[in-house]
């Protein structure tokens, strides 16, 4: 089994200015041709803990890939640190990045300088990956086996995210040529209801039980519940899938209805698929959850097939209030259910201050009580002026803070538009570059 590991460099990272989305993207695209990655690893500018940190990697693992440091910049050092590492005498210019240079810095409007120039030098005896997505490509180092006897390979990728993951594709296909690559099986239980640690002591003697070969990994997560994913490495596909079943059919009759899905399932995924399948529709009364499950169940692409809606409050004088006008109306809280499309037990439960109502109903239930949204929010009609002001208000309030959302909004709007516009951009080059070279 070939094992990676993955490395990221620059100071940016470790003092958190920049979140590191690389390492992910590039671990699923090793799992998914059967590379194990041992461990990621991020360190700074700092050529001495450059080289030492990678000759770590290097004697440890069959694959590195780097990413980081490659930029035109002096603080950028990551090419110089790896020309030593490997032993380099000097550096040469690869043709087929720089004209990419060339014709980057040209579309810009840039006049095409020594560093831009640089950017296409790289050290002898490495082999470069053309990067058609930006000035620094991705450097390939294969060292011998004087140097480490497993004979490891080193991909150095620039840090920016597009680049870096447009280049996967290519870093992919020369593993693949170089390698003999042994396939990954994982699967995943999802169980909820039990905490992790006892869980892990009720499945003590199955787990203990697993062959060496199969592993057993615990994914907590206190929206989701405990996932439990059980991996093979190498073997045929077919019988590597069915020695995992077995296992977790017997993991199945132990825990019973703890389970409640499989892979990417989340129980409001789950709760969806019943409800959908069953041709039942659901609602929700809320209050100290400030509308967090019905957050949840319309994350769910299509929810609104099944879920109609939820209300949600904290003020228990409301839900007080409410009763005693239903009472003096002489409503029933069936009737009342039935009118605001609740069930009897969730109208019920806000009466005795369990759930809750969202304010924007209040003038539905005014309009079933036949009263003014005042008097539902508990004013009397003596305070009547004071209600509307105190009203105008909250409501002047709550318009500021959409206001601002709306601000906020419209920034990620327009982050997004440059992202387009870079994206199109991206792809025009591309286009560009099949036609160049058919």
């Known amino acids: ?134 000035t620094a490509p991705c450097i390939v180092f294969r060292f011998p086996e004087e140097r480490y006897p497993h004979r490891p390979t080193l991909y150095s990728l ?3 995210p597009f680049e870096a993951i447009g280049l996967l594709p290519d870093v992919i296909s020369d593993i693949k040529s170089h390698y003999q690559l042994a396939d990954i099986h994982h699967k995943t239980l999802v169980t909820f209801g039990i905490p992790e640690s006892t869980l892990a002591k009720q499945i003590e003697p199955w787990e203990d039980a697993l062959p060496e070969d199969i592993k057993l990994a615990y994914l907590p997560n206190p929206i989701v519940g405990v996932r439990l994913r059980l991996s093979t490495y190498g073997g045929v596909k077919d019988e590597e899938i069915r020695r995992i079943d077995t296992e977790f059919e017997k993991l199945r009759e132990m825990l019973g209805d703890a389970i409640y899905g499989e892979g990417e399932d989340t129980l409001q995924i789950v709760i969806g698929k019943h409800l959908k399948n069953k041709g ?4 929700a009364a809320e209050s100290c ?40 109306k002489g409503l029933t809280q069936e009737e009342m259910a039935h009118r605001m499309g609740i069930s009897l037990t969730a109208y019920r439960d806000l009466e005795k201050g369990a759930t809750g109502i969202v304010n924007s109903n209040i003038s539905k239930i005014a309009e079933i009580t036949g009263i003014s949204t005042a008097e539902v929010l508990g004013y009397s009609e003596q305070s ?25 909004l419209e920034k990620i709007v327009a982050s ?23």
């Open 384 to 408: 009547q002026t004071v209600t509307v002001n105190d009203v105008k208000a909250e409501y002047n309030s709550r318009i500021d803070t959409m206001q601002t959302r709306i601000n906020d």
């Open 289 to 328: 959850t400030g509308g967090k499950i019905a957050s949840l169940l319309t994350s769910v692409a299509g929810a609104s097939q099944y879920f109609y809606g939820s209300v949600t409050s904290y003020d228990n004088s409301i839900k007080e209030n409410i009763r005693k006008i239903r009472k003096s």
């Open 280 to 283: 039942m529709t659901l609602s």
């Open 158 to 160: 620039p840090g920016v």
């Open 1 to 134: 089994m070939l094992t990676a590991a993955i490395c990221t460099i620059g100071d940016e990272i470790l003092i958190g200015q920049i979140v590191d989305t690389n390492s992910s993207h590039i671990s699923r695209a090793l799992n998914s041709i059967g590379v194990k990655v041992r461990y990621m690893n991020s360190f700074g500018d700092e050529r001495s803990e450059i080289i030492s940190n990678l000759d770590q990697a290097l004697s440890q693992n069959d694959i590195v890939i780097v990413t980081g440091g490659l930029g035109p910049t002096k603080d950028d050092i990551t090419k110089s640190a790896l020309a030593e590492l490997y032993g380099s005498t000097g550096f040469y210019q690869d043709e087929a990045q720089f004209e990419i240079v060339k014709r980057i810095v040209t579309r810009r409007g840039i006049e095409l300088s020594d560093l831009n120039r640089a950017q296409a030098s790289v050290p002898q005896g490495s082999i470069v990956i053309p990067n058609q997505l930006g």
């Open 416 to 438: 997004l538009e440059a992202l387009i516009k870079v994206k199109d951009e991206v792809i025009s080059m591309l286009k560009k570059h099949i036609d160049e070279n058919r």
